[in-house]
């Protein structure tokens, strides 16, 4: 059994325990613990607190274990690989019932009329909101994120200063993206807000990527598009719908630019299918046919003395 299943059973056995001793007159309670009235009231006020703050917290933890743990993964972190989304809204409903218990405790136990409550709980967000200031922008940021969804968790995302990673989890201040070098990159909600995001799971997980290819004069243009594409559809990776294309994109003083467009479904793996592509090509471009259509470098070294002819 679940360490965290023990407690809550541990908890309502003693809520149930506390609520049948509220069947006992508080008389008949002083007289067994021997205690002053006054003593005794500031004991039942205390069990009754602990009644209502262990509920609140079996209720908290009840819904962690047998709901958000079901439908978004163990863990604020996405645990075993899963991606938690919206944790903001799981903190937001654990922060709702104990707020919904200490307006409870502060009517019945305590017996202060809820006004007084409200009005000094708004001298303290006042207070803190003055404080607080770049917190709040980040946290009403992480609320527009969440109402917005323009990402979710699991989604691979490139803002615009080329940031690129998947989304693990937006909290009260800020979104966790893990890296293609599987670093955690922590960014204030409100930095992400005004960012400009692309999100390559939307609308489908289909991405167009492209290679440029540079190669010398010479050559005839139909016959190297030919290889070019043959070259690419030979990786596995590369869809065969939406069909990839090639096109003379540039021509330079020394070289002609080709750009080869090809489609991929998995983003993850931009890396690894571009080197593959990369390697098809090259590997096609080296045959006794196409070899001298290569850039190459040419570079000499000259002793002292020698006659500096070009060869």
Not at 136 to 163: C, H, Q, S
Request: charged share 15%; proline share 6%.
């Amino acid at each position: 059994m679940r360490i965290e299943l023990r407690w809550i059973l541990h908890t309502l056995t003693l809520l149930v325990t506390l609520a049948v001793a509220h069947l006992f007159p508080p008389e008949n309670i002083q007289k067994v613990l021997a205690l002053p009235t006054s003593l005794t009231d500031w004991l039942i006020d205390g069990l009754f607190v602990i009644w209502w703050y262990g509920l609140a917290w079996a209720i908290v933890t009840g819904t962690e274990l047998f709901c958000w743990r079901k439908w978004y993964g163990v863990g604020k972190e996405g645990g075993e690989g899963v991606p938690r989304p919206r944790v903001l809204w799981t903190e937001l409903f654990d922060i709702g019932v104990f707020l919904v218990v200490t307006g409870v405790v502060v009517v019945q136990v305590l017996h202060q009329p809820i006004t007084t409550v409200f009005a000094t709980s708004g001298m303290m967000a006042i207070i803190l909101g003055l404080a607080l200031q770049n917190t709040l922008v980040d946290l009403f940021a992480g609320l527009a994120l969440n109402i917005e969804r323009p990402f979710r968790a699991g989604d691979w995302i490139t803002l615009d200063d080329k940031t690129q990673g998947m989304v693990t989890v937006t909290n009260w201040r800020s979104t966790h993206i893990r890296l293609r070098t599987l670093d955690v990159l922590i960014l204030p909600n409100s930095l992400i807000a005004r960012s400009r995001v692309i999100n390559h799971a939307i609308p489908n997980h289909i991405h167009r990527e492209q290679i440029d290819i540079p190669l010398l004069y010479g050559f005839d243009v139909d016959p190297m598009r030919a290889l070019l594409l043959a070259a690419t559809k030979q990786v596995a990776d590369v869809l065969e719908t939406p069909l990839p294309f090639v096109l003379l994109h540039e021509m330079r003083p020394a070289v002609v630019i080709w750009r080869v467009y090809f489609f991929m479904d998995d983003f993850p793996r931009l890396g690894t299918v571009r080197g593959l592509v990369t390697a098809s090509i090259l590997k096609a471009l080296q045959g006794d046919e196409w070899r001298q259509w290569l850039p190459t470098q040419s570079l000499c070294l000259y002793t002292e003395g020698t006659p500096r002819n070009m060869p």
